[in-house]
């Protein structure tokens, strides 16, 4: 079947909730990626990060492989021999004390949301449904419909109501908006160490370390969501690090599972993850041998291969690589890590245009909110493949919108 048909199929009977790109990926290896055709593509997208080890690396490939001979799924219900050791990673690997492993980020997303509450409501004194939880503008969580209900983007939106009440939004990046937001029933704050979907939007220096600060003067619990920025992709381990700013509870996904499978996981503080008793959650495949053993060997992956310094040496190479480039269309170059959005000015070039001219030249990236471009590699791409990226992204741009010309739009 042709790569046309396969699409068309897809148009017709599937659900029509994403535009993808025109082009049907076959294979794919490390940073590199196949179509149907064969043709190669450099891969600056990695799945949104979940992809941040590369494509079917085989070392995962091969954790996979061996559970596969042993044993695949057995439910909560009885213990199985890699949940334990995986909690125990997870907890030394971010210095927090426990672990509840889900599947998809929006799962763990909602069991931070469940611990917050109750942490509020048990520990806080909050009464009984009324705990609230202070969330960023534009901030992007998942999909269920707690989430989008404090989602500010009207498109997760329209029509999904009515909401969960609860959600008290302040601007992101302003500590100070977020303190004077706090009130006697708040239990805690959730949000993105670097906001991703909103446009890989970098806060100010500080910012962590001040909502640390903030939310121990009022004993409230910080709760970081780094399903994207964890594991290394913004150049250290997690994104909290570069300023020391321990979350009481941390929400993790996407890169966890390898590439290979969903898994993620709520870490917290014992007295965060002690409002759980037999019963008040659960998920039957969280934390099943399958996932639990290729996370463990993508923790290892991680370490062994020093990819969160990878990241750093890089992202500062790509950042650098960008910013030299001479084009009018781009506004703004920022990020951190091998995590960098690229910001162009709506009247001069598409960002969805630029992506298209891109693919055609062989490297793939994705639009976010219309005028930036991402350029979130997989953290083990080779440096020459990055650059190529690079130049192809400017040739896309020329593309798009000559250097010369005032307005292509
Ligand atoms: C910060 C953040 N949290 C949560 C999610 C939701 O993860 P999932 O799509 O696995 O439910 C995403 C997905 O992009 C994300 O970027």
């Known amino acids: 079947m042709s790569g046309q048909d396969i699409m068309a199929l897809e148009e017709r009977f599937g659900a029509r909730n994403y535009a993808p790109l025109p082009v049907v990926l076959a294979k794919g290896r490390g940073a590199r990626l196949f179509d149907t055709d064969g043709k190669r593509y450099i891969d600056m997208m990695s799945a949104y990060s979940a992809a941040s080890f590369g494509h079917l690396h085989p070392r995962l490939v091969a954790a996979m492989r061996r559970q596969l001979d042993r044993l695949d799924l057995v439910s909560r219900a009885y213990h199985s021999e890699h949940l334990g050791p995986l909690c125990e990673e997870l907890a030394g690997l971010t210095g927090l004390d426990s672990c509840l492993p889900m ?12 611990a917050l509450r109750r942490y509020g409501t048990d520990r806080l004194g909050i009464p009984e449904g009324q705990a609230e939880i202070i969330v960023a503008a534009g901030n992007f969580h998942g999909r269920t419909t707690t989430i989008v209900g404090f989602s500010t983007e009207p ?21 100070r908006a977020l303190e004077a937001a706090i009130g006697p029933r708040t239990a805690g704050v ?20 001040t909502l640390r600060r903030i939310c121990d ?11 994207q920025s964890g594991f290394g992709r913004t150049g250290r381990n997690f994104c909290f690090e570069h300023e020391e700013a321990r ?7 996407k890169a966890l599972g390898g590439g290979l499978l969903p898994v993620s996981a709520f870490v917290a503080r014992r007295a965060v993850m002690d409002v759980f008793e037999p019963g008040s959650h659960g998920s039957t495949f969280g934390g099943n041998p399958l996932a639990a053993a290729v996370a463990r060997e993508a923790i290892r992956v991680l370490q062994d291969e020093e990819l969160a310094l990878r990241s750093r040496i890089l992202g500062k190479t790509l950042i650098d690589a960008l910013r030299a480039i001479p084009h009018p269309a781009i506004v703004d170059v920022r ?8 910001e162009l000015d709506p009247a001069r070039a598409r960002a969805r245009d630029v992506c298209l001219a891109m693919l055609r030249r062989g490297a793939l990236t994705k639009d976010t909110h219309e005028t930036v471009l991402r350029f979130a590699p997989p953290l083990v791409i080779e440096e020459a493949d990055m650059l190529e990226a690079v130049s192809i992204f400017h040739d896309a741009l020329e593309d798009v919108c000559p250097a010369h010309t005032l307005s292509c739009v």
């Open 103 to 114: 599947n998809t980020g929006a799962e763990a997303v909602e069991t931070a949301i469940k």
């Open 155 to 175: 498109a997760n939106r329209r029509g999904f109501g009515p909401f969960a009440p609860g959600f008290v939004t302040v601007p992101f990046g302003d500590a």
């Open 190 to 209: 959730l949000v993105e160490p670097i906001q991703g979907e909103a446009g890989i939007i970098v806060p100010p220096a500080g910012y962590l370390a």
């Open 217 to 227: 003067r009022h004993g409230i619990l910080l709760v970081l969501d780094e399903v």
């Open 247 to 253: 979350p009481d509870g941390l929400v993790l996904g």
């Open 335 to 342: 990020g951190k890590g091998l995590w960098v959005g690229v």
